[in-house]
């Protein structure tokens, strides 16, 4: 499989709870994005790396959120002390870095409900 | 800043008739601009993309878009709708070069009508 894996694709956790999602990039792509996408709304920018490095996190992605790419490949969201308002599709896609002619390979998403 | 409008959150057209989903940006020098369509749970798939080449851009699936600097605008069109063409669909702008990050329009529904 070439494309853009997230696991799981469906979490359902209780308020409070902590939960941590995975995203398997394209293996060439050197960049790695998340999104959260509420019902009825257009994705909306969390934070991005290069290679292992955080290179800009949303004012989104409060305290609670944290994001890694320890080895440059994969990487993982989690978000601490669940609220409600987390529920949401959490979108990964992918990318190469260099130039502006290339869009994202967005991975299925993992859908968070919050109980 | 980057940013990008979809005017209507809805279009309902009837199958075998002409399809407009309208779009406007705003951006303060040239933009990268995309559609991507997002099935029922499907992930995103990009349509087309316009990176300062021809203003006429040509996707998958019969869809294409015009890109008009003087209205800031970047309208996706398909000539006949198919049942299949059912979908959420979002016009995004990438918010620089350097930066890489995308910002997605709220997005536009489309039902097509047998």
Same mark, same amino acid.
């Given at each position: 499989?070439?494309?853009?894996?997230?696991?799981?694709?469906?979490? $359902? !956790?209780?308020?409070?709870?902590?939960? %941590?999602?995975?995203?398997?990039? $394209?293996?060439?792509?050197?960049?790695? =994005?998340?999104? +959260?996408?509420?019902?009825?709304?257009?994705?909306?920018?969390?934070? =991005?790396?290069?290679?292992?490095?955080?290179?800009?996190?949303?004012?989104?992605? @409060?305290?609670?959120?944290?994001?890694?790419?320890?080895?440059?490949?994969? @990487? %993982?969201?989690? $978000?601490? +002390?669940?609220?409600?308002?987390?529920?949401?599709? =959490?979108?990964?896609?992918?990318?190469?870095? %260099?130039?502006?002619?290339?869009? =994202?390979?967005?991975?299925?998403? !993992?859908?968070?409900?919050?109980? | 800043?980057?940013?990008?409008?979809?005017?209507?959150? #809805?279009? /309902?057209?009837?199958?075998?008739?002409?399809?407009?989903?309208?779009?406007?940006?705003?951006? /303060?020098?040239?933009?990268?601009?995309?559609?991507?369509?997002? #099935?029922?749970?499907?992930?995103?798939?990009?349509?087309?993309?316009?990176?300062?080449?021809?203003?006429?851009?040509?996707?998958?699936? &019969? *869809?294409?878009?015009?890109?008009?600097?003087?209205?800031?605008?970047? #309208?996706?069109?398909?000539? /006949?709708? #198919?049942?299949?063409?059912?979908?959420?669909? *979002?016009?995004?702008?990438?918010?620089?070069?350097?930066?890489?990050?995308?910002?997605? &329009?709220?997005?536009?529904?489309?039902?097509?009508?047998?």
């Amino acid at each position: 499989d070439t494309g853009v894996s997230q696991d799981p694709r469906h979490k $359902i !956790t209780k308020r409070g709870q902590n939960v %941590t999602f995975r995203c398997d990039p $394209i293996s060439e792509h050197n960049r790695l =994005y998340w999104y +959260r996408q509420t019902l009825g709304q257009g994705p909306e920018f969390l934070t =991005y790396f290069q290679n292992e490095a955080q290179l800009e996190k949303s004012r989104l992605l @409060s305290d609670r959120f944290s994001a890694e790419r320890p080895k440059g490949s994969f @990487s %993982t969201l989690e $978000i601490q +002390r669940t609220e409600q308002g987390d529920s949401a599709m =959490y979108l990964c896609a992918s990318s190469l870095a %260099t130039g502006s002619n290339y869009g =994202y390979t967005f991975g299925s998403g !993992t859908r968070l409900t919050v109980v | 800043a980057q940013s990008v409008t979809q005017l209507d959150s #809805h279009v /309902s057209v009837s199958e075998g008739t002409p399809v407009l989903l309208r779009c406007n940006y705003s951006s /303060s020098y040239s933009p990268s601009l995309f559609w991507y369509v997002q #099935h029922p749970n499907k992930g995103l798939q990009l349509l087309l993309k316009y990176t300062s080449a021809a203003t006429l851009v040509k996707g998958i699936n &019969g *869809f294409e878009a015009e890109f008009k600097k003087s209205e800031t605008s970047f #309208h996706l069109t398909k000539p /006949s709708a #198919h049942m299949s063409d059912a979908a959420e669909y *979002f016009c995004v702008v990438r918010r620089g070069v350097l930066n890489n990050d995308m910002r997605f &329009g709220a997005g536009t529904r489309l039902t097509v009508k047998p």
